[in-house]
């Protein structure tokens, strides 16, 4: 006997899906498309109730916080941005590109963050790096674009276009909480490669924003141990 295939849920109007995720009703939206392609999710919503918009300011002054935010905590970065804005007057790229190293270690910044922060300062001073436009590339071509700038990856870019420009599409399939998210949420004996999680990542376009979203409030409720498992 051949085996059934899941039925597909509602398929959603994409006519009607805002461009980008810049309020709270944008991303319920694109939660209510996810939730339509792939039923699962609604447990998971279920579980996890509001889902934080968690927006940051566009263009190089958000690509500079993300980037200080590297592999710290938020109240790190929280702290080490402020001390730079003070250091600096203003956050731009001429402010970076203008000043000593020394004042930018002083503030907290490593020196690899340093050497980032001046490559992409140079390469929006000179017009190789358009933040605006961003917006309007699909999120590979967007990705591809931002990692050309020495030590951007593709974490770092795909973090800016969700939550600096609100793309409605983009899904870090290599960041931890999102497979560990997935794991459970779709009882899977393992976690997902970051491979195996692009894959399946593809059914839940062009919502792939908000299921990050959702994925990682998911994961903060698992951590704190306040809910089980979702199930459909």
Known sequence: MARQSRRPGPSPDLRRMPPVIATSADLDTHLAGLIAVEPQFGAVRALVGEV???????????????????????????????????ALGSISAASVAGVEDLVLKTAGLSAPKIRTLRAAAAAIITGELVLDQLLDMEAEAAIARLVTVKGIGPWTAEVYLLFALGHP??????????????????????????????????????????????????YAVLKRGDATPASA
């Not at 002054?61 to 790190?76: H, R, V």
């Not at 970051?194 to 959702?214: G, I, N, Y």
């Open 52 to 86: 934080d918009l968690r927006r940051i300011e566009p263009g190089f002054k958000g690509l500079f916080y993300i980037i200080t935010g590297q592999q710290i905590s938020a109240a790190a970065a929280r702290a080490i941005f402020a001390r730079c804005e003070t």
């Open 169 to 218: 599409d983009v899904f870090p399939a290599g960041d931890l909480a999102l497979k560990e998210g997935v794991r459970v949420a779709f009882t899977l004996p393992e976690r997902p490669t970051e491979k195996a999680l692009v894959t399946r990542a593809q059914a839940w376009r062009p919502h792939r924003s908000a299921a990050a979203r959702l994925l990682w409030a998911y």
